[in-house]
């Protein structure tokens, strides 16, 4: 089984930026798409960010279209910076891959592997 491991979650003021990576225990072709999800206290599992390994495209949550940005530097890292933090992002943020073709907007159900989940609270 693949392990994911997420970091870089933390404590910050509205208006600050944070940078979530996500790290997979061993290499594989087979993830197509990837990205990350977000779960706030009473709410649903939501897609935050994702991206297909196949053609590149992406896709963001229209709560953080132009605030936030989905990286990959290889298949098996991933990243997520975080611009002008609302305090409405705040909840847990998970790393998501996904053998499955990408298919938009993202549902949890799809993704096959996951990190444990990196709390980010934004707060004065």
């Known amino acids: 089984q693949v392990q994911l491991a997420e970091s870089g979650g933390g404590l910050v003021p509205p208006g600050g930026s944070l940078r979530l990576s996500c790290a997979a225990s061993?290499?594989?072709?087979?993830?197509?798409?990837i990205g990350w999800f977000r779960q706030a206290p009473g709410k649903e599992r939501e897609a935050v960010s994702c991206i297909s390994t196949i053609d590149g495209d992406s896709y963001y949550a229209d709560s953080v279209k132009g605030r936030f940005i989905i990286s990959r530097e290889n298949a098996n890292t991933m990243y997520l910076r975080m611009n002008n933090l609302k305090p409405e992002d705040t909840g847990v943020y998970f790393c998501?891959?996904?053998?499955?073709?990408?298919?938009?907007?993202?549902?949890?159900?799809?993704?096959?592997?996951w990190g444990q989940g990196t709390q980010v609270t934004v707060s004065s």
């Open positions: 998501a891959y996904s053998t499955e073709v990408a298919w938009w907007p993202p549902r949890p159900e799809h993704y096959r592997y």
């Open positions: 061993e290499f594989t072709s087979d993830y197509y798409a």
